[in-house]
């Protein structure tokens, strides 16, 4: 019983260079999410994917794009990686009951930009 | 559009202490509410929700009562452990697409 995976769990990149990061969910949830977390900022939605064949931005997309690839994976991709992209990310899944709108987090990616 | 004030932190408690994490909430709408607790090294998980005004979420302890009229949701516990030490952050959700809208976390220490 999974249900939120992120890989990778750490990785440092170079200014510039590109990465994509990766998130599955074995919930069978319709909605999926991706944010980053800040020292003093919490959480900040970056995209999300309210059925697989959409994507919306949220309160912080410049930098960044995602793929629905499928209804239990939702990546991450930077293209031009920054230093103000370093973070920590976490993907997340919920299904869509209005008032059962509970999320499930993955383990959360820490991202170094140098 | 909607946001979520938090007590600032950190907070630091004795252990079997009282436990008070204020938040308010500014929604359009009928939001649900929530509290999500973070432990050292891991991804946030539901701590307890409320979906409609008056109801009471509670969960280990904790309790927190939707509050429409002065659009609040704090977080309370009548006896604090070491194993509560975590990142607590209230949250609401709107509209169609459920997105969540996070405060900015309170960083708890309780100690022996």
């Known amino acids: 019983n999974a249900g939120v995976t992120q890989t990778p769990k750490f990785q440092v990149l170079k200014t510039g260079q590109s990465m994509t990061l990766q998130c599955a969910q074995d919930m069978n949830h319709n909605s999926m999410y991706w944010y980053r977390q800040d020292p003093g900022m919490g959480l900040r939605l970056i995209y999300y994917?309210?059925?697989?064949?959409?994507?919306d931005k949220g309160e912080v997309p410049n930098g960044y794009n995602v793929s629905r690839l499928n209804k239990r994976e939702f990546s991450l991709r930077l293209e031009s990686a920054a230093p103000s992209q370093t973070s920590v990310y976490f993907c997340?899944?919920?299904?869509?009951?209005?008032?059962?709108?509970?999320?499930?987090f993955g383990q959360g990616t820490r991202l170094t930009v140098v | 559009g909607n946001s979520v004030t938090q007590m600032e932190g950190p907070v630091t408690l004795s252990e079997e202490a009282f436990l008070t994490i204020n938040c308010t909430y500014t929604?359009?709408?009928?939001?649900?509410l929530f509290w999500y607790v973070q432990y050292p090294g891991e991804g946030l998980q539901l701590l307890l929700k409320a979906t409609k005004a008056d109801d009471k979420g509670s969960n280990k302890g904790f309790e927190a009562t939707y509050r429409k009229e002065t659009t609040s949701f704090h977080l309370e516990k009548g006896s604090v452990q070491v194993s509560d030490s975590a990142v607590y952050f209230c949250?609401?959700?709107?509209?169609?697409?459920?997105?969540?809208?996070f405060g900015k976390g309170t960083l708890l220490t309780v100690n022996p």
């Open positions: 949250a609401l959700s709107e509209g169609s697409n459920y997105k969540l809208t």
């Open positions: 929604a359009t709408g009928y939001p649900s």
């Open positions: 994917s309210a059925s697989e064949g959409t994507t």
């Open positions: 997340a899944s919920s299904a869509p009951d209005r008032r059962n709108t509970e999320a499930f």
